[in-house]
């Protein structure tokens, strides 16, 4: 995977609303910049494929990236020499693991240290699974009180009118819980899984589905109602979803491939991208990929330069420092840790700072936030429900507290949103940010004041990247 220098300037647009125009500006500007920076390498690596030593190219503009797979072993020297030959490349990487591949690349690269266990550097985000069951969630699970669901939702933070996309194992759309609030199904019409579901295993599914539950139990704290009450903190968005962690084809090529459909979601053939397809907020509760390195950032920032509010599971690579696991270590990520029922962050989770900084620079304070990650109750195939435990679990709680804030307060732009989810957090661990829970504990209730005071002026909208060291319940 050979990642190119040039990147579309996408600075402008963060001035902008969030929406279908932002969205469609910022898939153009990527499109036409990939276009015309890839046409040199493209012409150097079709003549190695004219000469039988290139068996397939693919082309992504999020990141602006060409992947080249070599038509044989004998041929793979010859094609990473044309790679790193070429001026406009920044940097090669092995599709499997995101490793690099370019030796005179490195004195570009980042640096950091990475300090996660070797046999765990990607996968899902999920410490402890327990066994299905039938029976739903309670009426009114902790983690909804922890975030002040309910008294968020008599203000109208529902998440209506919003999606929210997962990137994970998939999700069984057949589940009684998530059925009804899947995008492909609008009343009185044929279901629709164009721009809304993409397989990207090998057997791609044409519908919903989810090869290891993960998704479903994530997609439940989002979305979630049982007949017993709802459990998902925003359930009145719409969801759609990609399968980028597949038993058939697992690896960091797939997840790009997955944040880029999340850019502009297209037919199930892969063609039609439509940007104003694009959800709002999109989930990942996985990791993959070195963390001291950049093969994400690009996907990342694309993300949140068209509106979307990446959010990711920090990781369970703790309790050691500097944990943060890839894509969640990056700044223009929300990366959301584990607490539990006393607002203490689990053991297993991650702590940071990042790992990804450049040469000579502070670490970015990580993770962002904490949610409820411990013992929760949720959705999985087959009808049934059971409790996990994991960082992977935190991240769709906070994603669906974005979503509510958002469908109460839409015209907050990017710092307004982070400064208002920062400012209504419950401070927990070391007093003011730290490297445990960040700026606290996700309190929904609070963020909504926060929002609006953040509007009418009366209180800064931050400070920069480190924001609101020690700076707890100054909104009330």
């Known amino acids: 995977m050979a990642r190119l220098r040039q990147r579309a300037d996408l600075s402008a647009l963060a001035a902008q609303p969030r929406g279908t125009e932002r969205k469609q500006e910022a898939f153009e500007r990527l499109i036409a910049t990939a276009e015309a920076s890839q046409k040199p390498l493209l012409e150097a690596v079709d003549e190695l494929a004219k000469a039988g030593k290139v068996s397939r190219i693919e082309r992504l503009y999020s990141p602006n990236m060409v992947v080249v797979s070599a038509a044989s072993e004998a041929d793979v020297d010859g094609v990473l020499a044309a790679l790193r030959g070429s001026e406009a490349v920044a940097a090669v990487y092995r599709a499997t693991d995101g490793s690099l591949l370019d030796p005179a690349a490195k004195a570009d690269a980042v640096l950091g240290q990475r300090n996660l266990d070797p046999d765990a550097a990607d996968g899902l985000d999920v410490a402890t699974e327990g066994e299905p069951t039938p029976s739903p969630p309670p009426a009114e699970p902790w983690s909804l009180r922890s975030l002040k669901a309910p008294e968020a939702w008599a203000q109208g933070a529902t998440g209506a009118g919003l999606v929210f996309g997962s990137i994970d194992t998939g999700v069984d759309g057949t589940h009684p819980a998530l059925k009804p609030s ?71 090529l797939n997840l790009l491939r997955a944040v880029q459909w999340m850019q502009a979601p297209t037919q199930r053939d892969g063609t039609g991208p439509r940007p104003d397809a694009a959800p709002d907020v999109v989930g990942m509760s996985w990791r993959t990929a070195p963390a001291h390195q950049d093969l994400f950032q690009q996907s990342i920032q694309n993300l949140a330069a068209a509106g979307i509010v990446p959010v990711k599971s920090a990781g369970n690579g703790g309790p050691g420092p500097e944990t943060t696991t890839s894509p969640g270590q990056f700044q223009e990520i929300i990366a959301i840790t584990a607490i539990d029922q006393n607002d203490d962050v689990a053991t297993f989770a991650s702590r940071g700072p990042s790992a990804f900084h450049a040469p000579g620079a502070r670490p970015h304070f990580k993770p962002d936030l904490g949610a409820p990650g411990v013992d929760i109750r949720s959705s999985v195939p087959g009808g049934q429900y059971a409790t996990w435990s994991g960082t992977s679990m935190a991240q769709p709680h906070a994603s669906g507290a974005i979503l509510g804030l958002l469908s109460k307060y839409p015209q907050l732009n990017d710092i307004q949103l982070r400064a208002a989810m920062e400012y209504g957090a419950r401070d927990s661990g070391s007093p003011g940010r730290d490297l445990e829970t960040g700026a606290g504990v996700v309190d929904m209730a609070k963020a909504l004041r926060a929002a609006q005071a953040i509007l009418a002026g009366k209180v800064p909208e931050g400070p920069g990247p480190d924001l609101y060291p020690g700076r707890h319940g100054d909104v009330t």
């Open 182 to 252: 899947y995008r492909g199904r609008a009343a009185g019409a044929p279901i629709e899984h164009d721009y809304n579901w993409f397989d990207f295993g090998d057997k791609p599914s044409a519908t919903p589905k989810d090869y290891r539950w993960h998704g479903t139990h994530t997609m439940g704290s989002v979305v979630g109602r049982s007949p017993a009450g709802t459990f998902g903190v925003a359930p009145d968005a719409k969801w759609i979803g990609v399968a980028g962690m597949t038993p058939q084809s697992n690896d960091v």
